[in-house]
C-alpha cells in the first residue's frame, strides 16, 4: 500500500481463499495506522510500529463480514476466525431492529443466515426492521454455515465492538440501507461514542464508516467529522471533487478500477487532509497476488 491509515470494505467468494491466504500473509498480524504527523507505519497487536518501505505494493486485507470463508458471516464466531489467522481488520453490516436496537446483519431480511423461516414461519418476508432484539437474539445464525456453529447468534453492534476491542481489531463499518432506519447515522455514532469507540486511539487507528448513500456518509462526516468515511461504488469523475470534502475513501468493485479513474481518486485529499484511497471488493476469483499488487488500490475487502 502506498500512504494509507485506514482500511475498508467486501468480497470475494470462496474460490479466491488461496489469493486472501496469500496476501494476508505477508501482512502477518499487522494493520495499518497513520503515526504522528501521518507517517505511514505498521501497528501491531502489540503496539508496536515499523515504518513501511516506499513503495510497498502489498494490498491490505480487510476481513469481510468477520473471516466469512471460515465462520458464519458477521458472527462473533467470524471475528475470532479473522483475529485467528492475522486479519486485524474486519468489515460489518449495521441495521436497526424493530424497537431500535442496532444489530450485525448484511441482508435486510434474516432467512438467509438464520433460521427465521422456522422460528417464525408466518412472518415472510422476514426483514430486520420488522423484529425486535429479543426475537432476532433467539435465532440461529449458525448452523446454516456447518454444524459445529449451532447456536451462534446474531450480535448486537455493542457486543460485535466488544469482541473487536478484546481482539484489538479495527472495524470498517457499513451503514446498510440506510433508507429504511432513518437517524440510524446519529444512533450508531451514539452507540459507537458509548463504546469508547470514538476517542483518539479508534478514531486514527481502528475505526472506518461507509455506506454505498452518498447522502449518509454526507450525514456521517457533519455528525462526526472527526470519523474516517468511505463511499462504496464507482462514482463519475465528475462528482469526485465534491465527494471528497466529506469522504476520505472511494470503495468500488474491482472490476471497476482502471488506472484513469484511480489517478483521478488519488489527485485528491479528502476531509482530514489525505489522499482519497480506494479499497476495492469483489475481485475476481482466478485472479492471482500479482495480479492484485498491480492494481492502483490501497486494499482489497476479502
Same mark, same amino acid.
Given at each position: ?30 494493520a495499518l495506522a497513520s503515526g504522528p504527523g501521518g507517517r505511514q ?18 494490498? @491490505? ?69 420488522? @423484529? ?79 455506506? @454505498? ?32 470534502? @466529506?469522504?476520505?475513501?472511494i470503495n468500488p468493485r474491482m472490476s471497476q478500477v482502471d488506472s ?43
Amino acid at each position: 500500500m502506498v500512504r494509507r491509515t485506514w482500511h475498508i470494505r467486501r468480497p470475494w467468494r470462496t474460490a479466491s481463499s488461496g489469493l486472501a491466504f496469500l496476501l494476508t500473509a505477508t501482512m502477518a498480524s499487522s494493520a495499518l495506522a497513520s503515526g504522528p504527523g501521518g507517517r505511514q507505519e505498521l501497528a501491531t497487536r502489540g503496539g508496536s510500529a515499523v515504518s513501511l518501505r516506499a513503495g510497498h505494493r502489498t494490498p @491490505f486485507v480487510i476481513a469481510h463480514r468477520g473471516a466469512s470463508r471460515y465462520a458464519p458471516e458477521n458472527t462473533l464466531a467470524a471475528i475470532d476466525a479473522a483475529h485467528r489467522r492475522g486479519l486485524v481488520w474486519v468489515e460489518n453490516d449495521v441495521q436497526r431492529t424493530k424497537d431500535g436496537q442496532l444489530v450485525v446483519m448484511h441482508d435486510t431480511t434474516l432467512n438467509r443466515t438464520t433460521d427465521a423461516a422456522k422460528v417464525f414461519p408466518h412472518r415472510a418476508p422476514w426483514r430486520v426492521g420488522d @423484529f425486535t432484539a429479543a426475537e432476532i437474539a433467539r435465532l440461529d445464525a449458525g448452523s446454516w454455515f456447518g454444524g459445529r456453529f449451532a447456536g451462534e447468534r446474531v450480535p448486537t453492534l455493542a457486543a460485535y465492538l466488544r469482541r473487536l476491542d478484546r481482539n484489538r481489531q479495527g472495524l470498517l463499518l457499513e451503514l446498510k440501507a440506510p433508507e429504511r432506519y432513518p437517524g440510524i447515522e446519529a444512533q450508531t455514532l451514539r452507540e459507537l461514542r458509548a463504546r469508547g469507540w470514538l476517542d483518539g486511539a479508534h478514531l486514527s487507528r481502528r475505526l472506518v464508516i461507509q455506506s @454505498f448513500s452518498v447522502r449518509c456518509v454526507r450525514r456521517v462526516h457533519s455528525l462526526a467529522p472527526q470519523v474516517r468515511t468511505g463511499i462504496l461504488g464507482h462514482p463519475p469523475l465528475s462528482a469526485l471533487r465534491s465527494y471528497a470534502r @466529506f469522504a476520505d475513501e472511494i470503495n468500488p468493485r474491482m472490476s471497476q478500477v482502471d488506472s484513469r479513474w484511480a489517478q483521478a481518486v488519488h489527485r485528491l485529499r479528502g476531509p482530514h487532509g489525505r489522499r482519497l484511497e480506494i479499497y476495492a471488493w469483489d475481485v475476481a476469483a482466478d485472479a492471482g497476488v500479482q495480479t492484485v499488487r498491480t492494481r492502483p488500490v490501497e486494499g482489497v475487502i476479502d
